[in-house]
């Protein structure tokens, strides 16, 4: 048998010798597989929880409720009119404002007189004034209704006195002894007027809020 010649040999030697490199190589040292061809799949998760106890989280503790807003006052009644009814109207235009039916007709003499809703028993119940031709007053004479700053009937005077400081204009009354009536200006510069009637006792047994001088009419329209 013919024996190769060194030539012949020596290139598939080399061969040999770089593949057994190579495969050192991919293995690392000491047969160690190389980081970054090692599968993660099969690699536990780290343990991030604390070595201490921690408590459980908390819900934030809900935010105060702001306090409640005081209602606003449901009275229709102001210095310059009653809803959408303003001093100064003709009767036909506060009949038109009202938007319902109202009670009442012009007098003969085309003085004063009375329209009153169709659910007062009679004008010193509620009752809107009307003189010459004009819508002048309003005269409130029920719990119900409500004067601008809070006044109502049945109401005492130190209450009047409290709730309009510094504003009332305090007069006898010509009819009921010991009676008084207190008067207050609007505090909007208006030519509007308030005026409470008290008892004897120092209770407010009506109001009424218009214009001068029928604002200030003791006797109404009679």
Not at 137 to 152: I, L, M, S
Not at 155 to 180: C, F, N, T, W
Request: one cysteine or more; hydrophobic letters at 35%; proline letters at 9%.
């Amino acid at each position: 048998m013919k024996r190769p010649s060194v030539p012949a040999v020596l290139p598939a030697l080399l061969l040999c010798l770089a593949l057994s490199a190579c495969q050192r190589e991919a293995a690392g040292p000491n047969g160690a597989t190389d980081a970054s061809t090692a599968s993660t799949a099969s690699t536990p998760p780290a343990n991030d929880q604390p070595a201490e106890d921690v408590p459980p989280a908390t819900a934030p503790a809900p935010a105060a409720t702001p306090p409640a807003t005081p209602a606003a006052s449901d009275t229709l009644a102001r210095f310059d009119g009653y809803g959408d009814l303003r001093f100064g109207m003709s009767a036909e235009e506060a009949r038109k404002a009202w938007g319902g039916e109202l009670k009442g007709q012009a007098a003969a003499d085309s003085g004063c007189y009375h329209l009153t809703p169709i659910w007062t028993r009679n004008p010193a119940e509620f009752a809107f004034m009307i003189e010459n031709g004009k819508f002048v007053r309003v005269d409130v004479g029920n719990d119900k209704e409500t004067a601008p700053g809070g006044g109502k009937r049945g109401m005492s005077a130190d209450e009047i006195r409290k709730l309009y400081a510094g504003r009332i204009e305090e007069q006898p009354h010509k009819y009921v002894e010991g009676g008084k009536n207190l008067r207050i200006g609007d505090a909007a510069g208006g030519a509007g007027a308030l005026v409470f009637e008290t008892d004897a006792a120092g209770k407010v047994t009506a109001w009424r809020i218009g214009v001068p001088p029928q604002v200030d009419y003791v006797e109404g329209c009679s």
